[in-house]
């Protein structure tokens, strides 16, 4: 156990020197040396007790370490917890202040609250619409001007046979792209990599992730999503806008900006964690209306994936902020596309309307259906092992941020070269007739002096990643395919399928494989075409760019999905396309009851409901039984104390007195100054909540660390309150000014004097906190803990007496493993 303990020293945050201790039963019945929860210097300062179910690689001594700054490899593990996670206050604090605040409040003065609360998630909604109307133009914009830079380059190298330099030319533009956005995503805030929604997962939970609303991580998140894009990576633009709109909502519901230093003086009762929860869920719910126009299911996945309290008024404000954006979108692009007033265009992608033959499906196929959910499942795992397996090589050694833009760029050659290769190798020709669904068909001028590595070249900027709009209309005339005697590799009025499968944007060629015409793609095509798309996700995923995995996810479904319906012969391949990308898409998220409906509206037509839920749920069901999902993986790698919704199974048998922190430490009802700011300033301990006593330690009231540094601030001391007749009391305007940056402790002075006054916590501690008896179960105090989204939880005697304290750490510990129910171990990494 000593040996285990001096490996992760370097991050530990308990005193090592007990590390030998008795042998206790683990929780699944078997042995295993265990920390006791211990007193630090005989203080009242507590540590939490941890039980290391951790086996490291390397062996890290403290003399090392301290020789070594950074380690070259970064010893992990999942089974983890990170002290650095704080928890947010979504309990009201009823206090004397705001209560007599709120008893002060008439009638009318709540009706306009209720009021700016809508007022709020319409403006929300419409900024996330606004966003997402940016990024989809300066995508296609950007994207057009790569394909007209190397298309002048084509055409001016053709005769003279340096078509070579056309290809380094895109490769290089490609590779351009993705290291900008590699590098300001690595170097300017790397907590805008991904998609957010783990992130934003874990603040909907009720934990505090560093960074994640900020206005510079908006700013990032969005021009790194284009560059991404843009640069032809294996990724979508919809999952990041989840987390812009989550951004959006908590700075607008704030009336001001941190970053910028601006107040405006507006919505400043909405300045505390509970009111910014939900309009961060109605952002939430914005950003998947925006990405898929999906206003309901924007809702359901703000109900699914994190909210602790639900009310019937919070999600009509939600539908509501869900449909403003989906409308604001909707209204610029068309716009943007000189047809103001045409409301089709409901989300960043548009799957097309299943209509006539396609939409019908028999009871026979229902099976069908189940079985496709299971190999969505099965792949989905396997997606998920193979990034969880990735995501831990780059923790341990692609940790600095110029390893990381490398690797982002060596992904983007890497993507060029194997589209470029398998669309030269491949021969698999279709017919362009008159009734041919495919917008963009490769073919290339049929001139005889052009070699044939110069044709496959030709090809590959034919059909570059995006065309824009104008680019079709003067090539063809009109929207549709541009029909001419060409070819590429193939006879005259012919085409490439597996350059229009990879040069496509991913979202066009969802499209194309759920409506194009049955023999459009040979299964050999799209075979080679999932093998390679799914390895390309899969190592894209986790890069430090701004993406997401929707997209990606929904192509590799459909490819193999198209590919099942051909082999069938009698069925519709866009049917099962469609069927196919809901199971991978489910398989690696997880997600039922909000995806259903995403899937649904997104395809207009709810004939598929019964089937995407049944392929959802047999998604769901066989991939958990190999791996968790996608999002929850790498939440457990970043060491998240996340609450799920129910506790462990067999955990029954645990009680309050076995989780909790105790001693604690308690603060007197009026207490020494000295003392408080010594508490505040003990580094070996960072506690945010207090209880507050009255001898013999009985529970009086509960005060939070924030709390304290604000009182302390201004100087809210007894002998100063009797000295000085005219001083002004303290409001709640205080504590919400300096919310959510409060001061730390070191950047307030107190005098030797000062030191020796009393502080009154009377009038500010929480006189009612939540409190549950030593013998409640654990189930029990998870629920408690999770439905109201506490913070803290004081453990009490038959007399009132605190006895200790639950903290979302002591909860979080406890999880159900390969043995049994195991205690995570505490690290502050």
Not at 179 to 203: D, L, R, T, W
Not at 298 to 310: C, D, R, T, Y
Not at 793 to 818: M, P, Q
Request: charged share 20%; net charge neutral; hydrophobic share 45%.
């Amino acid at each position: 156990m000593a040996n285990i303990t001096k490996k992760v020293s370097w991050s530990s945050r308990a005193d090592e020197s007990a590390a030998a201790g008795e042998a206790t039963p683990l929780l699944n019945g078997s042995e295993q040396p265990q920390h006791s929860r211990q007193l630090s210097g005989g203080g009242s300062i507590f540590q939490i007790g941890r039980l290391s179910t951790v086996d490291l690689e390397e062996e890290i001594t403290s003399e090392e370490d301290s020789l070594r700054g950074r380690p070259k490899e970064i010893p992990h593990n999942e089974k983890l917890l990170s002290l650095k996670y704080e928890s947010l206050d979504y309990d009201n604090i009823e206090n004397q202040l705001f209560l007599e605040e709120e008893r002060r409040m008439s009638y009318m003065g709540f009706r306009c609250l209720e009021i700016s609360r809508w007022v709020v998630c319409g403006l929300i909604g419409f900024l996330t619409g606004l966003i997402a109307c940016f990024i989809d133009i300066v995508v296609e914009q950007l994207a057009g001007i790569k394909y007209q830079v190397v298309k002048e380059n084509i055409e001016k190298f053709t005769e003279a046979g340096g078509l070579s330099i056309s290809l380094i030319l895109w490769a290089v533009l490609n590779f351009t792209f993705v290291m900008v956005g590699a590098i300001i995503v690595a170097f300017f805030e790397p907590i805008a990599a991904g998609s957010g929604i783990p992130q934003i997962k874990c603040y909907l939970n009720g934990v505090k992730i560093p960074r994640v609303v900020r206005l510079k991580t908006l700013v990032i998140k969005v021009c790194g999503v284009i560059c991404s894009v843009v640069g032809g990576l294996a990724v979508g633009k919809e999952g990041p806008m989840i987390h812009s709109g989550a951004v959006v909502a908590a700075g607008v519901s704030q009336g001001r900006s941190t970053s910028l230093k601006r107040d405006f003086k507006i919505f400043e009762y909405f300045r505390r964690d509970t009111e910014k929860r939900d309009f961060v869920s109605a952002g939430a719910a914005a950003g998947v209306s925006a990405a898929f126009g999906a206003p309901v299911g924007g809702v359901l996945f703000s109900l699914e994936e994190g909210a602790s309290f639900w009310n019937q008024m919070l999600t009509w404000r939600i539908f509501f902020a869900s449909m403003i954006s989906t409308f604001t979108l909707n209204f610029f692009l068309s716009i943007y596309h000189a047809n103001p007033g045409d409301l089709s265009n409901p989300g960043l992608i548009n799957f097309g309307r299943f209509e006539g033959d396609s939409v019908t499906y028999n009871l026979y196929e229902i099976p069908l259906f189940i079985a496709m959910g299971a190999i969505g499942g099965l792949l989905g795992a396997l997606f998920n092992v193979l990034n969880y397996w990735l995501t831990i090589f780059r923790i341990r050694y692609v940790h600095r941020p110029c390893l990381q833009v490398m690797e982002a760029m060596l992904v983007a050659a890497v993507t060029a070269t194997v589209s470029f290769t398998m669309i030269y190798f491949s021969n698999d020709c279709q017919p362009l007739g008159p009734e041919s669904t495919e917008e963009y068909p490769l073919q290339v001028p049929n001139t005889s002096h052009i070699s044939v590595t110069q044709l496959g070249i030709i090809t590959i900027f034919r059909w570059l990643v995006v065309e824009t709009y104008e680019i079709i209309m003067a090539r063809c005339g009109y929207i549709g395919p541009c029909h001419s005697d060409d070819g590429l590799f193939c006879a005259d009025g012919e085409y490439n399928s597996m350059a229009t499968a990879f040069f496509n944007t991913p979202e066009r060629s969802v499209r194309s494989l759920f409506h194009n015409q049955p023999g459009t793609y040979n299964p050999l095509t799209l075979g080679l075409f999932t093998l390679t798309y799914f390895f390309l996700a899969c190592w894209t995923y986790g890069l430090a760019v701004s993406a997401g995995v929707f997209i990606p996810s929904l192509l590799i479904g459909a490819a193999w999905g198209r590919l099942c319906g051909i082999l069938l012969i009698w069925a519709d391949p866009g049917k099962y396309a469609l069927i196919g990308a809901a199971a991978q898409l489910g398989g690696i998220v997880r997600m039922t009851l909000s995806l259903t409906v995403i899937m649904v509206e997104a395809t207009g037509n709810v004939t598929y409901g019964l089937p995407i839920m049944l392929v959802l749920m047999t998604a769901k069901i066989v991939g958990d039984y190999f791996e968790e999902g996608l999002y929850d993986i790498h939440i457990k790698l970043q060491s998240v104390p996340f609450l799920h919704w129910e506790a462990p199974a067999t955990s029954h048998w645990l009680t309050a007195r076995e989780v909790m922190s105790s001693p604690v430490t308690c603060l007197n009802r009026i207490e020494k100054v000295g003392t408080i700011v010594d508490i505040l300033s003990n580094t070996s301990t960072n506690h945010n909540g207090f209880p507050v006593v009255v001898q013999p330690a009985k529970l009086c009231g509960l005060i939070l660390r924030s709390q304290l540094i604000v009182l302390l601030k201004h100087k809210v001391f007894v002998e100063l309150a009797r000295s000085r007749l005219t001083r002004r009391k303290l409001q709640l305007k205080d504590f919400r000014d300096a919310y959510p940056r409060f001061p730390p402790i070191q950047s307030i002075h107190v005098s030797q004097d000062e030191r020796e006054c009393m502080m009154d916590l009377t009038e500010f501690m929480n006189p009612t906190p939540y409190t549950v008896p030593q013998e409640t179960s654990l189930p029990r105090v998870f629920k408690l803990f999770r439905a109201l989204g506490l913070r803290h939880l004081v453990v009490v005697d038959d007399e009132n007496r605190v006895v200790g304290l639950v903290t979302r750490k002591d909860l979080a510990r406890y999880h159900l493993g390969k043995h049994g129910l195991e205690e995570l171990q505490l690290a502050q990494t």
